[in-house]
């Protein structure tokens, strides 16, 4: 699950939500000092799935820093500490990708993601390294993560390649000059990797080489196509821009090369919707994660005429609310909760409009600072 929103039309969103969810985040903490919480033997790891996510919080404000704790926490709500940073002029590393071994988790130590950190949720030990050539993390390999996946940009190049778990580079699957980079997503058994493709999207296999190409009608190729993530076991869901107005529609492409289905309706700028970046099918709709006005991130439905209602999380600023995961009926959600930049992070139940909060900040802490989902096809793709 690897994504980028990097593009036209979406490169405000990017900058916003990569300060407010890793950005901000990812400033090299090498001043502070990291402690191994001692309550990893007390985590039932056996039942450690879907529906469980990691996530770092801090009760700190911008006039007074505070400890940053990562915690692991259950579908219920229950939450153990693995790990702590104590407090200082930095701010904690980075959440990007969780194993799906459950083991270990990256960490971005750097604003750019070149600066590793890599902690093992079992001990409690950080261990810290760069990739090949200077390159920037975007996730591990699937199923278990033996491996990472990175990008290096050169000029007006980017090379997407598979690294060892030290940065070695092992293999590189493709180079691009399109200015907006590339970007790969996984299959859950890790055989094949969707990458985004000028009139659709291409399907490389992990051991190198183009399978098939996957066109997508329609497909500006000036713009081109974006694999958010895998849908199921054999569809991908990717973003595509098509002419006139160049904003992104939702995309089902079958990797046998059948057919691709739209799944989201061709927006224009006066649907307020200024494209559809993910969605979730749940059983009282298909829900959207767009974009608004001015980059902002929406959280809309999408009614049967394909036009959009606009969901409205209660207890939130309902501003930049960033869909992590689905679970039965229910989304989690990042969640803005106040004025002043405090995140929180609940379940969320569109239907019933049921509420579960996990974490919620005080209105001057900066509260939630990351969160990364145990891996499912519903999950989001990290900004």
């Avoid at 006066?270 to 991130?297: F, I, K, M, N, P």
Wanted: net charge positive; charged share 10%; glycine share 12%.
């Amino acid at each position: 699950m690897f994504a980028n929103i990097r593009r036209r039309g979406l490169l405000a969103a990017a900058v916003v939500i990569g300060l407010l969810a890793a950005g901000l985040l990812a400033v090299s903490g090498s001043g502070a000092v990291a402690a191994a919480a001692p309550q990893q033997a007390r985590v039932p790891w056996a039942q450690v799935g879907p529906g469980w996510e990691l996530v770092q919080y801090t009760n700190g404000t911008q006039a007074k820093h505070a400890a940053t704790t990562l915690y692991l926490i259950s579908p219920n709500g229950t939450r153990y500490t693995l790990y702590t940073w104590r407090a200082s002029a930095n701010f904690a590393p980075g959440l990007i990708a969780w194993s799906g071994d459950k083991t270990r988790v990256l960490l971005s130590e750097s604003g750019d993601g070149s600066q590793l950190g890599q902690l093992n949720l079992m001990t409690g030990q950080l261990t810290r390294f760069t990739l090949a050539g200077g390159a920037s993390a975007l996730g591990y390999t699937r199923p278990g993560g033996l491996n990472i996946l990175g990008v290096q940009t050169t000029g007006a190049n980017s090379t997407l390649a598979r690294y060892s778990l030290t940065g070695k580079l092992m293999k590189v699957f493709t180079t691009t000059g399109h200015y907006d980079g590339v970007t790969g997503a996984y299959s859950a058994d890790g055989s094949m990797l969707a990458v985004n493709g000028s009139t659709g999207v291409r399907l490389f296999s992990n051991a190198g080489g183009v399978i098939r190409q996957l066109p997508v009608p329609g497909t500006n190729p000036a713009m081109g196509c974006w694999s958010e993530r895998w849908w199921d076991a054999s569809t991908i869901l990717a973003g595509c821009y098509a002419n006139p107005y160049d904003i992104m529609r939702l995309w089902l492409v079958p990797d046998s090369g059948a057919k691709p289905t739209a799944l989201t309706a061709q927006r224009t700028p006066a649907s307020h919707d200024y494209g559809d970046l993910d969605a979730w099918r749940l059983t009282s709709g298909l829900y959207l994660q767009s974009v608004g006005a001015c980059g902002s991130l929406e959280f809309n439905k999408q009614n049967p005429n394909g036009s959009i209602t606009p969901v409205n999380v209660p207890g939130t600023t309902n501003g930049d609310n960033r869909i992590v995961t689905a679970l039965g009926s229910r989304l989690l959600i990042h969640a803005v909760t106040s004025c002043e930049g405090s995140e929180s992070l609940l379940w969320f139940n569109p239907g019933n409009r049921a509420e579960q909060w996990l974490l919620k900040a005080p209105p001057n802490a900066f509260g939630v600072l990351g969160v990364v989902a145990y891996y499912r096809y519903e999950n989001a793709p990290p900004f």
